[in-house]
């Protein structure tokens, strides 16, 4: 019975930390004042857990703002330069390794192009170790002070195994691939540093959730449309991930039945019809250029063509628009979410164009009283949003864990 109770204070205490420790870092900087009224603990504990955290360097004074007659409050805010962190998108046409500090500012980053669409996987594990050792010596970074590396791939991944995170990405050929099991082996770093596999979806959705155009929703679908096409389905403010984290397969919804045949091997989904290596096939069978090589310079030069007023460049947008707008309508339909954020390289190069188009068509295929509800936007982060965050995957483990590296 005792053990249990010691037990139980020191989850408190976690609690605690982590509570003060998030506050901090999303709304920061901050007074105790202030931190005790968000969290609604009580003066003594903000004073406890803030002292310890200052001592474990977490924190820093950030200044002082006067209060209501007495003396000035001290402000106090994360230390950015108190943890590192490690992106890797892991995608069709390349791999991406990035070193962030807490902030999530990017200190290093290495690029690799792969020329297979990612289905080999050694060469895959191979640049991500090279990208590892390459960001860490760029910034001249200490393996101790890596928190943790996040992720990003392609398919479902399953993570509670004897050998870790496995991916199954049917669209690449992975199947059942113990990715972290094969890092481990590959990569020089502590055992105490932590791999977190998450779809590439799930970690650009976490990214705009957090500090781009989903930030403040509570219920949304962060769609990524790249090569192919995925979601993360937001509910309650936290990215929901089903049985197996299988959840978010946008792309594999069946659009129309007896379809174009999809790289997952069935006929109708969504991604045949939207996604870029998709698009760039409709377009070379109405006629255009057959895309060799860079997806995205060919998809650039369709959209070229279109704004020129090439009409079979611009009929085949139009569709398109009207397949993803269909598509949203499903979400919207299934969801009811409030807002809707397309992102990804692919879907903010067209997005620009296709998104009146995007919106009509899901108002028109959509209930009108779920559809009147939800807005649809771009993501503000940009194409490089996988990375960012993949490199949210540690952080949120630390920040969860009251700021305890490895938890």
């Not at 191979?126 to 990003?152: E, S, T, Y």
């Not at 094969?182 to 976490?206: K, M, Y």
């Not at 946008?250 to 069935?266: E, F, I, N, P, S």
Request: a neutral charge; aromatic letters at 4%.
């Amino acid at each position: 019975m005792a053990e249990e109770k010691r037990q139980t204070v020191r989850d408190l205490r976690r609690a605690n930390r982590a509570a003060l420790l998030r506050q901090l870092y999303f709304n920061g900087p901050l007074s105790r004042h202030e931190l005790g009224r968000a969290t609604g603990l009580s003066s003594g504990t903000v004073s406890n857990v803030t002292a310890a955290l200052l001592a474990d360097g977490l924190l820093r004074e950030a200044g002082s703002v006067d209060s209501d007659g007495g003396r000035p409050r001290t402000l106090l805010r994360v230390r950015p330069e108190s943890g590192l962190l490690i992106g890797v998108d892991v995608g069709e046409t390349g791999v991406r390794v990035a070193l962030f500090d807490l902030s999530l500012a990017e200190l290093a980053r290495a690029e690799s192009p792969l020329t297979d669409g990612g289905r080999d996987v050694p060469p895959v594990v191979r640049h991500i170790a090279a990208g590892i050792a390459d960001v860490l010596k760029a910034a001249g970074a200490g393996r101790d002070r890596l928190l943790g590396v996040g992720l990003g791939v392609p398919g479902i991944v399953e993570r509670a195994t004897p050998r870790g995170a496995v991916v199954h990405a049917q669209t690449v050929g992975w199947d059942a691939v113990p990715l972290e099991e094969l890092l481990r082996e590959a990569v020089d770093l502590p055992r105490a540093v932590p791999f977190l596999v998450a779809n590439g979806a799930r970690t650009f959705g976490q990214a705009e959730l957090w500090f781009g155009a989903g930030r403040g929703a509570r219920n949304a679908v962060i769609a990524l449309i790249g090569s192919g096409v995925g979601a993360c389905i937001v509910t309650e403010g936290v990215p929901y991930g089903g049985a197996g984290s299988a959840a978010g397969e946008w792309g594999h919804t069946t659009l129309r039945v007896g379809g174009r045949r999809c790289r997952c091997g069935a006929r109708g989904c969504l991604e045949a019809y939207v996604g870029a290596a998709a698009l760039l096939e409709r377009w070379a069978e109405a006629g255009g250029p057959e895309a060799v090589g860079d997806q995205e310079a060919a998809l650039a030069a369709l959209l070229a063509a279109a704004r020129a007023a090439d009409e079979r460049a611009a009929g085949l947008l139009a569709e398109t628009a009207e397949y993803l707008g269909a598509g949203i309508a499903n979400l919207v339909n299934l969801f009811n979410p409030e807002r809707i954020v397309l992102g990804g390289w692919a879907g903010l190069s067209m997005g620009p164009h296709l998104l009146p188009a995007v919106r009509e068509a899901a108002g028109a295929y959509a209930l009108r009283h779920p559809a009147g509800r939800a807005s649809i936007r771009l993501g503000r982060l940009g194409t490089e949003a996988v990375t960012v965050g993949a490199a949210t995957l540690p952080l949120a483990a630390f920040l969860d864990t009251g700021g305890r590296a490895g938890g």
